[in-house]
C-alpha cells in the first residue's frame, strides 16, 4: 500500500468547513483513497472514499486531485461532535489489508 | 454493513496469562483482520483471519504469542498469549463484507490492560 503523510492536527471553529489534506504521492493507479475517524478510541468509522472523481456523501466530501497524488477531506459544517483523529489511506480494492497512517487531530472548536 | 460484536470490552490481566478475545459479525464477510492500537499509537495490523487456515501475520507479529482462528466467515478469535504490561493496548476486530462492499468496518474494541 502506498504511504500517506497527514498533519499532525488541525483546529476547526464549529458551523466552519474543516479541510483535511493528505498526501499519496506514491499512489498507484489501482489504489483507491479511504478516510475513517476514529472518536476517542471507538473502533474507526468509515467516512468515504473514491478513485479519480470527487466523491460526496451525507458526512462530507472528497476531492482527490488530477494528478491523484493528493487529496481533501472536506467536513462542510463542522461540530463538536466531530473532534477525532482522521485517517487516510489507500488501498487496492479487493486486496484486502489497510495500512494506516499516524492521521489528523481535528479539534473542532466552539 | 456489518455489525461486529466484540468481546470482552475491557479487562485487566496478570503478566504471564493469556486473554482470547472474540469477533463475531452479524453477516458473512469475506475477509477479517486483527489490528492493535497502542496508548496514543496508530492503528497495527496484527493479521488476517483467514477462513478454515492458519492466518497471515504481519512483520513483527507470530502466532505463537498472537494465536487466531477463524472456523467460519462470521467468527474469529484472537489470544493475547503469556502477557507483559507491553501488551497493554486496544486490539480491534475489522472486516471487509466483500460482494461489492470493500468497506473496512471496525468493532468497538478490547482495551486490555496488564498489570
Known amino acids: 500500500d502506498a504511504k500517506t503523510t497527514q498533519p499532525p492536527s488541525m483546529d476547526c471553529a464549529e458551523g466552519r468547513a474543516a479541510n483535511l489534506p493528505c498526501n499519496h504521492s506514491?499512489?498507484?493507479?489501482?489504489?483507491?483513497v479511504y478516510w475513517y475517524r476514529q472518536i476517542h478510541s471507538q473502533g474507526p468509522q468509515y467516512i468515504i472514499h473514491?478513485?479519480?472523481n470527487n466523491e460526496t456523501n451525507e458526512m462530507a466530501s472528497l476531492i482527490i486531485t488530477e494528478d491523484r497524488k493528493s487529496s481533501t477531506l472536506i467536513l462542510p459544517h463542522a461540530t463538536l461532535r466531530d473532534t477525532a483523529v482522521y485517517y487516510c489511506?489507500?488501498?487496492?480494492?479487493?486486496?484486502?489489508?489497510?495500512?494506516f497512517g499516524d492521521g489528523t487531530t481535528l479539534t473542532v472548536k466552539p | 454493513s456489518a455489525v461486529i460484536s466484540q468481546k470482552p470490552s475491557r479487562d485487566i490481566c496478570q503478566r504471564g496469562t493469556s486473554l482470547t478475545i472474540q469477533c463475531q459479525v452479524d453477516?458473512?464477510?469475506?475477509?477479517m483482520f486483527w489490528y492493535r492500537q497502542q496508548p496514543g499509537q496508530s492503528l497495527t495490523l496484527i493479521a488476517t483471519?483467514?477462513?478454515?487456515?492458519?492466518?497471515?501475520?504481519e512483520s513483527g507479529f507470530v502466532i505463537d504469542k498472537f494465536p487466531i482462528s477463524r472456523p467460519n466467515l462470521t467468527f474469529s478469535t484472537l489470544t493475547v498469549s503469556n502477557m507483559s504490561p507491553e501488551d497493554s493496548s486496544i486490539y480491534l476486530c475489522?472486516?471487509?463484507?466483500?460482494?461489492?462492499?470493500?468497506?473496512?468496518?471496525f468493532g468497538s474494541g478490547t482495551q486490555l490492560s496488564v498489570l
Open positions: 475489522s472486516v471487509i463484507p466483500g460482494q461489492g462492499n470493500e468497506k473496512l468496518f
Open positions: 506514491t499512489i498507484s493507479g489501482n489504489e483507491y
Open positions: 473514491g478513485l479519480k
Open positions: 489511506i489507500v488501498r487496492v480494492v479487493n486486496a484486502g489489508k489497510s495500512t
Open positions: 453477516s458473512q464477510v469475506t475477509m
Open positions: 483471519a483467514n477462513q478454515g487456515s492458519e492466518a497471515t501475520y
